[in-house]
């Protein structure tokens, strides 16, 4: 990740107003050839490891992906290294039940990534960011109190 690129998300982490204090903070970098090499070790792994750690929206545009591998493969490393992220984001207990599948990233209205379903307790609200540069992708996941909760 450029410099310019980790200093505007820092600011855009400070500035944004939807996010009041920071409960949890997690990151991950993904080296896309592995997931790729994982996906195809064997002609199951691609549907086990899909269903996994997809959400069903998540399996969806995966599947509608599949003619053009190089985006698919792409698209399943932001999955993983976005769960991760945020699995480093949340506290013990909840790390104890977490299920990569529980959690959806996709948001139908738009293209930034995000995170829903799973165990999003009500004053909660989460800033998901990613960032690719080769055959390496980057997660970061802040959990904080949403500013309805927090007034
Ligand atoms: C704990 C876990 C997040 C570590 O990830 P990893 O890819 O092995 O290693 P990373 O290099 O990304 O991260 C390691 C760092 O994460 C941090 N870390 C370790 N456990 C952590 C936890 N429970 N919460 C937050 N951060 C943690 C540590 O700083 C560690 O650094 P260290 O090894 O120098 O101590 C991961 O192994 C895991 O358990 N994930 C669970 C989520 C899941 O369901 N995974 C898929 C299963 S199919």
Not at 38 to 56: D, G, M, N, T
Not at 128 to 151: C, F, K, P
């Amino acid at each position: 990740m450029s410099l310019s690129k980790s200093v505007s998300f820092a600011r855009a982490a400070i500035s944004n107003a939807a996010i009041r204090n920071i409960h949890g903070l997690g990151v991950d970098l993904v080296y896309v050839p592995r997931i790729t090499a994982l996906l195809y070790r064997k002609p199951v792994y691609l549907a086990k490891f899909s269903q996994r750690i997809l959400h069903e929206a998540e399996y969806v545009r995966a599947t509608s992906m599949i003619d053009c591998r190089e985006r698919h493969d792409l698209f399943i490393a932001r999955c993983w290294a976005i769960k991760e992220a945020l699995f480093k984001s949340l506290d013990n207990g909840r790390q104890s039940c977490f299920q990569m599948r529980d959690w959806n990233t996709i948001d139908p209205t738009s293209s930034r990534p995000t995170v829903s379903g799973g165990s999003i307790n009500k004053d909660e609200a989460f800033f998901v960011t990613v960032t690719h540069d080769g055959d390496y992708l980057l997660a970061a996941v802040i959990r904080g109190q949403s500013e309805e909760m927090s007034q």
